[in-house]
T-cell receptor, first 109, second 119 residues
Framework: QKEVEQNSGPLSVPEGAIASLNCTYS??????FFWYRQYSGKSPELIMS????GDKEDGRFTAQLNKASQYVSLLIRDSQPSDSATYLC?????????FGTGTSLTVIP | GAGVSQSPSNKVTEKGKDVELRCDPI?????LYWYRQSLGQGLEFLIY????????KSGLPSDRFSAERTGGSVSTLTIQRTQQEDSAVYLC?????????????????FGEGSWLTVV
């Protein structure tokens, strides 16, 4: 079992819609959770971090964490074509950072 | 520095030659990570440093790969006798510390990568 699992997609949504990205992790002792965005040919950039159960909102982005279910998600509201990228879920277990393989998102104008 | 700095940004080398890739982490960051990403693929963990020591070298693909970190700062990833399958972007990242402590969680930041092409 991989430490972090994501649906590889591709996920396509129309412009203005809500994009929902999901991630599960295996280590119950995991402490911190992150979402990175990676444009083609670029390095990953941090867009959200979440540490406590519940929702955390930042502009059009909302991260959701459920430690009991070992599940973290990212919602992107009012999706824009510029949101088209690969989204990486990352988990810090306290010993190591683990990355998922990423979900490719395409926002269709 | 302000961000993670990597050099060279691009490197084309002949098969069989050795290459060195350099990473200068964010000032004050004690943890440093090397990842590899082949075209269209996910991140492949190579090695992680805490200070100058490497608690986890499990991701190094073969004994042709080695890495060191000196002075708790700059790290060098060396690939000996390069092969065409080594062609990829090599990403370095750093964080203030590994894991969570009394100051809270830590976040990992990436450099722009070193694009290696072996011909």
């Amino acid at each position: 079992q991989k430490e972090v699992e994501q649906n590889s997609g591709p996920l396509s949504v129309p412009e203005g819609a809500i994009a929902s990205l999901n991630c599960t992790y295996s280590d119950r002792g995991s402490q911190s959770f992150f979402w990175y965005r990676q444009y083609s040919g670029k390095s990953p950039e941090l867009i959200m971090s979440i540490y406590s159960n519940g929702d955390k909102e930042d502009g059009r982005f909302t991260a959701q964490l459920n430690k009991a279910s070992q599940y973290v998600s990212l919602l992107i509201r009012d999706s824009q074509p510029s949101d088209s990228a690969t989204y990486l879920c990352a988990v810090d277990t306290g010993n190591q950072f683990y990355f998922g393989t990423g979900t490719s998102l395409t926002v269709i104008p | 520095g302000a961000g993670v700095s990597q050099s060279p940004s691009n490197k084309v080398t002949e098969k069989g030659k050795d290459v060195e890739l350099r990473c200068d982490p964010i000032s004050g960051h004690t943890a440093l990570y090397w990842y590899r990403q082949s075209l269209g693929q996910g991140l492949e963990f190579l090695i992680y440093f805490q200070g100058n020591s490497a608690p986890d070298k499990s991701g190094l693909p073969s004994d042709r790969f080695s890495a060191e970190r000196t002075g708790g700062s700059v790290s060098t990833l060396t690939i000996q006798r390069t092969q065409q399958e080594d062609s990829a972007v090599y990403l370095c990242a750093s964080s203030q510390r590994q894991g969570r402590d009394v100051f809270g969680p830590s976040t990992i930041y990436f450099g722009e990568g070193s694009w290696l092409t072996v011909v």
